[in-house]
């Protein structure tokens, strides 16, 4: 039986300097310290706010989490969702996608500011939807790239 996993979907306030172009460097060294980790996930950006689902080993997650606290490029850290002993993960095969997203602004705005009574609803279904986005884009991405071959080089 595999290990229980711990997930957690937090979501902050981007420091004014952090620029998109700072926030794929971040996504890419992510990428590769959460693979060798066995950490999963996506990163939602709007430009004003930050929104993260991570999953992996408890022991990987917490001081993840730990150094995203601290880290001064977002503030208003608020953990949404803490789900200990997962069976399953729901990004399997996602180091880190990011997911650039103006237009979660407002429901990650909603989420800093929600009453306590209103946060599981809240968190919920913002969760459900930065995963059917990134879902979509990765298929998008599948299609170009059989479409029109792959880029970069």
Known sequence: MPTPLLKIFYASCCAESITPTAVRQIVGQSQMMNRRAGITGVLAYTGRHFAQALEGQAA????????????RRHGDVRVLVREDDSPLRRFDGWSMHLLDS???????????TAAPADLPRLAAQ??????????HAC????????????RGG
Do not use: F, K, N, Y
């Open 60 to 71: 990987d997650v917490v001081p993840l989490m730990q150094a995203i606290r601290m880290d």
């Open 102 to 112: 103006p237009d979660l602004d407002d429901s990650l705005g909603q989420l800093l």
């Open 126 to 135: 913002t969760l459900e939807r930065i995963a059917d986005m990134a879902r």
């Open 139 to 150: 298929a998008d991405d599948l299609m170009a790239t059989r479409r029109d071959g792959p």
